[in-house]
């Protein structure tokens, strides 16, 4: 463990300094910014197939930090398909990279969207389950890649891992809940401390639609997140829509950054831009995160 924060504070990766340390640093506090509008599959799983009917696919990638070595970065790919207006299926594939660590999550779902009645009105649950994947670069060790505690986090094995959510959703309403990473839920490891896990999300968002096809809707949102070693998170903002092809959203999140996004839509093809300020522990260090995310609908239309 003296090896690791050795080469950590030596890199200058300031998000994984000392575990255990009082002062937390948020480096994995924020989720990718595309989820809180475009792709909220990546939180819920009982969102997979609520974005349209047909193949929905979707990209992200993120730097954080990139003025600190061995910064986090984030890969992101999902692909959720509508299979009857009911039932819907999706895949999830995650790569974080950390300093030394690194890993790799594959989860494959699937929702149930219950109706409720004609007003649009749905009920969802969705669950996913997939493989995990830590490991330790031995390659970027700066010292003895034979030291115990490295050979003892690379000693385990790819887990099962799961997430399990529901969802309420009108014509203009959604309410949803999520329990993401139920291996860490359910049961704790030795090493459950070096990468900051998230146990709990809950978000509600309503959507005031504009009579002129022409005009702008607005979309505020709020939201919940419980995750571990961490104070809780509360967030709040909103999504401005023009014409169902641009739109601009802010979140403010209780660890004291904010993230900015704008993204455009042509056919059934979206880019998205996404900045996200530091957290209140790191501003004076760095300047922030920049995201992009792609998104393609295929053989179907946006419901």
Known sequence: ?????????????MFLMVIGVKEKLHAQSNPLGASYFQNQYLLNPAMAG???????????????????????ST???????DLN????????????????????????????????????????FGISMGMMNERINLEDVKGDPNDIILGRFNDRQTYLDGDFGT??????????AAIPNMKSFFKKDQFEGTVDR??????????FRSENTQGIDVEPKASYRVIHGMDNIFEFGANLIYADRVNFF?????????????????????????????????SRYTTGNFEISLQARLFGKKK
């Open 198 to 207: 998230a146990v709990f999300f809950s978000a509600m968002s309503y959507r």
């Open 75 to 81: 890969q992101a790919f999902t692909a959720d398909y």
């Open 167 to 176: 969802a309420y959703t009108g014509n203009n309403i959604t309410i949803q």
């Open 250 to 282: 802010s979140m403010y999140h209780s660890s004291q950054s904010v993230t900015f996004g704008l993204g455009m839509t042509y056919q059934n093809f979206g880019f998205t831009g996404i900045y996200n300020t530091s957290t209140g522990d790191l």
């Open 50 to 72: 609520l974005g349209g009917k047909g193949l929905n696919l979707n990209l992200g990638s993120r730097k954080q930090w990139n003025n600190i070595p061995g910064s986090p």
């Open 85 to 124: 207006g009911k039932a819907a299926v999706g895949m999830n594939f995650n790569r974080d990279k950390a300093g030394l660590i690194q890993g790799l999550r594959a989860v494959g779902t699937f929702a149930y969207h219950l109706p409720l009645n004609e007003d649009n009105r749905v009920l969802s």
């Open 1 to 13: 463990m003296r090896l690791l924060i050795k080469y950590m504070i030596t890199s200058g990766c």
